[in-house]
């Protein structure tokens, strides 16, 4: 497929977090403009019933953990008011912390749904779109489209889908890459995620890099799906007695996707021991090393707040060259995703051990170009 095709194996250790334990800093381009209740008022009935409702409309007090009141809000937002605004909206709300902190990417999961009812195909909702939380609005939009397409006849038309984002200039591409990672989060809602199903529909797809993209999104949301949105059925394909299964037992093609996001879950069910989940690398095959270490470092990323100093110690815990060059590698791809440059992920290498830092500069400077 070419070097294109072959750097972009990478992407995953850029793009699946498993936002239930990342922390990130954004950039909030707007106020908060959910309206807050007035301290004025005549009567203590219809001051009572504003009261109510405002908290409705806002998701706080008794809602403030509410699943299905931040899905309405956000779906009603995109309905009424457009993309950007749900946007704002999310990210003023992710700056405040709570649920939507530690939902975010399911959060833009919803915005993106609502997008494709409202735009009414992929590449007008993708011309919308905002990678904000990992990129989950796009994800979303291809969910809403996987569902409108139906099970009748998605397996005829999967390879149809993305075919306005895969060609010419912008094959290969980030939008190229979302769109068929989509796919893959939409063959899991349309199969109850059924996680053999849906990654048997993902086969489906003629291009090899298109069907890994698929696997990579059929693999995080089963890992999100039960932690992060109790409005959808739990999945079976999650074992805490066996950290890495499924990928364990699954046929070869499946596995370096699968490997790449397990490593979240596997740090959930061990207590956050960076140690034990390094360990647990270690013991599968030895192709898949890389990416597994390098899904450690995207979590210890994740977990300190993209803090160098934090990373390097996680990423010191790896038993030889290969679990650390792996981890370190795994957080520079991450800086180059989270930041949109190279720079605080080439300081993030110049600051490793010596023995780390070529390995790690060259892996930064391929996948930025990716970029």
Known sequence: MGGGFEKWRML???????????S?????FGPNFVQRPSSGGADEAPRAANAAATEAASCSGALAKDYACYQKRYRDLVREEGVERAFVELKAEYEEGGFVRTNCHQMTHVVGRAALERYGDVPGSYAKGDSFCWSGYYHGAMEAAVARIGPERILSEANGICADLGDGRDRYSFYHYNCVHGLGHGFMLMRNN???????????????WERDGCYGGAFMENVVTGTNNPARPSTRYLDPARPLYPCTDLAYQYKDQCYGIQTSYALEVQGDDFSKVFALCGQIEPDFWATCYGGIGRDASGRSNNNPAKIEMVCALGAGYEARSGCVNGA????VSY????????????????ILQPACLQTTAEYYATL
């Open 194 to 208: 059924e996680l053999l199903e849906a990654l048997a529909a993902c086969d489906t797809l003629l291009d090899a």
């Open 24 to 28: 990130l800093n954004v950039v909030v």
């Open 339 to 354: 930041y949109d440059t190279d720079a605080q992920a080439r300081e993030l290498c110049y600051s490793v051990d010596p």
């Open 12 to 22: 995953p250790l850029g793009v699946l977090i498993f936002c239930a334990v990342c």
């Open 332 to 335: 520079a791809t991450t800086f």
